[in-house]
C-alpha cells in the first residue's frame, strides 16, 4: 500500500497542490503525511483529491499510514 507522501510525489503535487485539491489546509496535508491524527471526513477529502488527480477511487484505508480519529 502506497503512503500518502509516495501518492502525491506521484503525481506530481506539492502538499500545497494536494491541500488546495482536497479543500484543507497545507498544515493538516503535513500533518497527515507525518501520521498525525485526523479526522475521517479529512481522510476522505484527501483521498477523493487523490482519486481525482489519478481518475480512479481511492479510500482513505488504501493509503497507509493515515492514522484516522
Do not use: C, F, H
Not at 501518492?7 to 507525518?34: C, F, H, M, P, Y
Not at 479526522?39 to 477529502?45: L, Q, S, Y
Amino acid at each position: 500500500m502506497p503512503t500518502l507522501r509516495e501518492l502525491r510525489i506521484n503525481l506530481g503535487w506539492t502538499i500545497q497542490k494536494l491541500a488546495d485539491e482536497a479543500g484543507i489546509t497545507r498544515q493538516a496535508v503535513s500533518g497527515a503525511e507525518r501520521g498525525d491524527p485526523i479526522r475521517a471526513d479529512t481522510a476522505k477529502a484527501i483521498a477523493d483529491a487523490l482519486g481525482r488527480g489519478y481518475g480512479r477511487e481511492i479510500k482513505p484505508l488504501d493509503i497507509e499510514g493515515l492514522t484516522i480519529i
